[in-house]
Every structure is written in C-alpha cells, then in structure tokens.
C-alpha cells in the first residue's frame, strides 16, 4: 500500500472576509485623492510647531555630528549610528541656514525664520509623511485597499506617530525603508505568482530597499523577518516565487553595495572603535530608567533584570486612542482565521523576529516602538473594516433600512478616525505626551515614560531662564551637560558652566549661587539621593511646564543646600 502526500496549499495571498466591497468604495482616483489628502494632513500635523520643543540631548547628538561633518567632511562623529539620516539631517540645516540669510526671511525673522531644531527634525517629518503611502501600498497588498486606507489613516493621525516623526532619531527612517522594501518584495510575490510579468526589478528595488534601511538604522531582525516570509513559501511546490541561489548572492551583493554608499563612514576605522565603545557600554552615561514611577536596571543585555516585559504592552494600553485601541483587541484575533489569507504570517514574521526581542532586553525606550506601529495599526484596521462589514450585515435584512446599511459600513470607520485626529489635535504639539482615558488622561500625562515622553523638551526654556538670573561664571549641575551649554551659548551667557550632576568630581566643584536643573525623567540611581535630599531641603527657584505638565524643577544654590548637592553634607 503506498500512501499519496497531500500537497500543501496555503490560504491564498489576500483575504477571504473582505472580497465584499463597500457600497461606498472609492474609485481609483477617489484613492489617490484620499492618499494626497492624508499626506497632507499628516505632513501638517508633524511640521506644525516643530520647534515647539527644545532639543534633547539625542538630537543634539545629531547636530553635533552635523557640524563635525560640515567642519571636516566624513567623519566617526555619532559612529554608532548609521550615516544616511545625519546625512539628510546636514542638508536640511545647510538649506535652512542659506534660507535664513535671504533678504525675504530679513524682512519677515518672525515668521520665516527657521529654527536649528527644526531643520534637524524636518527629515523625520517628510520622511514620517511619506510613510503614510508606503503603509497604504503595503497593507493593499496584504489585506485590501479599504483596510489599507484606514491603516494609512491611523498612521496620519496616531499621536504617537506623529510623536515619533517629530524627533531626530534613525527610528522614522528604519520603518520607512522596511516599508519601502517589503512593497517590493510583496509586490514580486504577487507578480511571481501570477506569472504575469517579470519579478526580477522587483528584487533589486527590495535589495537597495534594504540597504538604505540598514544604512538608517542597524536593526536586522526586521530583515530577516522578510527572508522568513519568503522562507515559509518554499516547500510548497506549487510556489512561483523563488529567486534562487544566483539571484540571491546578486540580491545580497545589491544589499551591500547600496548600505555602503549610503553610509561611507563604515568604512574608516575610527567608526568601528566608537560602535564597538558603544556596544560595550562605554558611551552610555545613564544607569538606569524611570518606568511608571520606578527605576530600573537599563542595559540591553540586563535582560529580565531591567525595564519589565511588559514595558511596551502597557505603551499599547496607554498611548492609543481608546478607539483605535478597541479596534486593535477586535482585531487581534481576525489574524488567526485561516481566511485572512497568508498575508498574516507576515505580520506575525513583523513582530515576532523585528519586535519580540525587545520586550525581553533590559534596556527599552519608547521610539523602539516605532517600527511595529505599522503592526497595531494594521490590526486595528482590519479589526474596524470587519465589524464594520459585520454591522451593515446585520442591517442588510432590512429593506426600510437601506440607505443606512449603505453608510453602516463607513460610520464605525469614520469614528475610529476622527477619534484619532481628536486625539492628535488634543495632544499637540507636545504628542508624545499624550494619554488615554484608560491611562489617567491629561492628569497622568509624563507619569509612564517621563524620559521618553519629556525628551529634555523644556531645557531650552530652562536654561534661558538660568541665564536671565544667573551670575557671571555660574555653574549648572544636570544629565545633559553638552546640550545646556549648548543652550547657554544660544542664550547669549558661554560663561556659565554646565556640569555633570551624575559626576561627584564635577558636583564638588557647586557653591553658592550656581544652580542644579532637574528634568523629569533624567532620575537615575546615581542621582536620586542627591535630588530626594534637595526637594526635602528647599523649594525650587523656578518651575518649567512642558504644555500643562510640570517638567523642570531648578534650584538656585544657598549656604543651607549647597553641601547636598556637592555632596560635603
């Protein structure tokens, strides 16, 4: 007797649940419009008020290496992090200071001047704008144009998005070249299934895709989960999508060429000493992190011994939009229905190789999130488009009701939206603050991830007005000494001196008349006493609010408090 192996089969590319078109579906133009119309919108909503917050001491980071690069060409400067966003990042505040110095911006400083903070940042929004297409193309692939639509929706009005595209981090670039890449390599699926056309242009663009995503951030797990996708398709024989050994190398070798010449640094050696200084915790001048008013341990490698596990489950639970959040839990379980089609596993691929490692490393911020909002987004997208679809069901065997199960479909969609852009209006410009009703609301905004969500955004503020009061020579004590002297320089006073709080070495030097600047979410083991000690000691000299929330505490040292914080009392 022989036994016949049934072949294996998949659940096919798109999914079952959502062949039923709306009766108010959009045309192909009314797509494009929707598209331009969110880009927009999006793109307002980043750029607006970008320099509403001062710089953090990342950022400045950033600036720093953008004037090492401008000063003596390719450089180490910021070694640690890949070259293309310092490099868009150079450009921007290059064309930002020739447009400052035009006759148009003389004669109109206060309305078209533009600010350092936003030339840095202005790459991060147009980049995080753009993004909002790549989500659309992305999601059509995989679930529809409806679902994708509305993901790309929520990313345009998510403030947590928008948050995230409005720091100069290499975290909005890393999720738009992923994006990029995975709308190709989706794409030549598709393509290669069909057998219609030729997939093969579709692999190079993935390749040098994936080289600029490596040239923005070193990240390969999200890689790899795309390689495992493809993967999972192979011992299927009925599978047309194969690229095989040769095209693989020239895949690979694509791959490489473009990450080099997209970040030349990598190739001198002073790059390698700062990475691997880095790697080994050299260049890492904080010991721990304040998670919902907690300390903990903050290396990656400190693993369950550091920030909790479920650092970023509770992100979920207290940043989303209530809606948003509600669709995303409707949605979750929809991933594991056989007739959402295979575009799920990648999905499931997105998180589990890209993302899951970080819930158990030690060390966790919130921008870490950013390349698997995309993910939440989708899901509370498909969880929306099917209870959507499941209402105006309900009503269908209803002829009275006809002209409300034609617009059923789009109510429950239009809310979660708008309840987004209420949420995004709401928060601005300082987004990264926002919290739900399920977090505490407005009250406990700053309490969860105050490093994250302050983002040293009123030291500018603070140290202008250290400036305004301080005497000639004056010390400053805080966590972020390069960007206070940054900002002292910028407020007119080079001669104050900005200290490290965190160096005993440094505090001894505090005496009578110098300050000590206490930013929410710069509290570390290595400071705490000292801060517990002064709040016990004396009111502050001034406070600084961030929007409503209290951000910045700064004491004017006296003879009863300047032995707690040099430490001689």
């Given at each position: 007797m022989s036994v016949t192996a049934t072949p294996a089969v998949t659940a096919g590319l798109r999914p079952e649940l959502f062949t039923t078109r709306s009766p108010l579906a959009l045309s192909r133009t009314g797509f494009i419009v929707a598209l331009a119309v969110l880009v927009l919108v999006g793109f307002g909503l980043r750029a607006t008020g970008l320099s509403a917050e001062g710089l953090s001491e990342d950022e400045f980071n950033k600036l720093a290496a953008v004037e090492d690069y401008r000063a003596h060409g390719l450089t180490p400067a910021n070694g640690e992090h890949p070259f293309l966003m310092k490099a868009l990042q150079t450009a921007s505040v290059v064309a930002a200071e020739h447009w400052n110095h035009t006759s148009l911006v003389a004669?109109?400083?206060?309305?078209?001047?533009?600010?350092?903070?936003?030339?840095?940042?202005?790459?991060?929004?147009?980049?995080?704008?753009?993004t909002i297409i790549l989500l659309y193309l992305l999601t059509a692939e995989l679930f529809g144009s409806e679902v994708a639509l509305l993901a790309a929706a929520l990313w345009a009005l998510d403030p947590n998005a928008i948050g995230f595209n409005?720091?100069?981090?290499?975290?909005?670039?890393?999720?738009?070249?992923?994006?990029?890449?995975?709308?190709?390599?989706?794409?030549?699926?598709?393509?290669?299934?069909?057998?219609?056309?030729?997939?093969?242009?579709?692999?190079?663009?993935?390749a040098i895709s994936f080289g600029a995503m490596f040239a923005s951030k070193y990240l390969p797990g999200y890689f790899a989960a795309s390689i495992a996708y493809y993967h999972i398709?192979?011992?299927?024989?009925?599978?047309?999508w194969r690229l095989g050994k040769p095209r693989f190398l020239l895949f690979f070798f694509i791959l490489g060429t473009t990450f080099?010449?997209?970040?030349?640094?990598?190739?001198?050696?002073?790059?390698?000493?700062?990475?691997?200084?880095?790697?080994?915790?050299?260049?890492?001048?904080?010991?721990?992190?304040?998670?919902?008013?907690?300390?903990?341990?903050?290396?990656?490698?400190?693993?369950?011994?550091?920030?909790?596990?479920?650092?970023?489950?509770?992100?979920?639970?207290?940043?989303?939009?209530?809606?948003?959040?509600?669709?995303?839990?409707?949605g979750l379980p929809l991933l594991f229905r056989r007739r959402f089609g295979d575009g799920r596993y990648f999905l499931f691929f997105w998180v589990a190789i890209g993302f899951l490692p970080f819930v158990f490393v030690g060390g966790k911020f919130m921008r870490y999130f950013t390349p698997v909002l995309p993910v939440v987004l989708i899901t509370a997208a498909i969880g929306v488009q099917f209870i959507g679809q499941q209402f105006a069901r309900a009503l269908a065997a209803s002829a009275p009701r006809a002209l409300l199960h034609t617009y059923a479909s789009a109510v429950l969609p239009a809310l979660v939206v708008l309840a987004s852009l209420w949420s995004a209006a709401h928060a601005a410009p300082h987004y990264r603050l926002y919290t739900n009703l399920i977090g505490g609301g407005q009250a406990r905004a700053g309490y969860y991830f105050p490093q994250d969500e302050f983002y040293d955004a009123g030291l500018r503020a603070a140290v202008a007005e250290i400036a305004r009061r301080a005497r000639s020579g004056a010390r400053v004590?805080?966590?972020?000494?390069?960007?206070?002297?940054?900002?002292?320089?910028?407020?007119?006073?080079?001669?104050?001196?900005?200290?490290?709080?965190?160096?005993?070495a440094e505090r001894a030097a505090l005496s009578v008349g110098d300050f000590v600047l206490v930013e929410r979410g710069r509290r570390y083991f290595s400071n705490d006493a000292i801060l517990s000690a002064l709040s016990q000691t004396t009111a502050p000299a001034f406070r600084i609010s961030v929007g409503a929330q209290p951000a910045i505490e700064v004491y004017e040292l006296d003879e009863k408090t300047v032995g707690r914080a040099n430490g001689t009392k």
């Open positions: 004669a109109h400083q206060a309305t078209l001047y533009v600010p350092v903070e936003t030339a840095l940042r202005l790459p991060s929004v147009l980049f995080g704008a753009l409005r720091i100069a981090k290499e975290d909005t670039f890393l999720v738009f070249f992923f994006l990029l890449a995975n709308v190709f390599w989706l794409r030549s699926q598709r393509i290669a299934e069909t057998g219609k056309e030729s997939p093969v242009p579709y692999y190079w663009a993935t398709f192979q011992a299927i024989p009925a599978t047309r080099v010449l997209l970040n030349l640094p990598i190739l001198l050696p002073g790059t390698w000493r700062m990475a691997l200084s880095f790697a080994s915790y050299k260049r890492i001048g904080h010991d721990s992190y304040e998670f919902m008013g907690r300390l903990y341990r903050h290396k990656l490698g400190d693993w369950l011994h550091g920030v909790p596990t479920y650092f970023y489950f509770v992100l979920i639970a207290v940043k989303l939009p209530p809606l948003t959040l509600l669709a995303f839990i409707m004590a805080n966590e972020t000494p390069a960007l206070t002297a940054f900002y002292a320089r910028q407020a007119q006073r080079p001669d104050l001196s900005s200290l490290s709080l965190t160096d005993p």
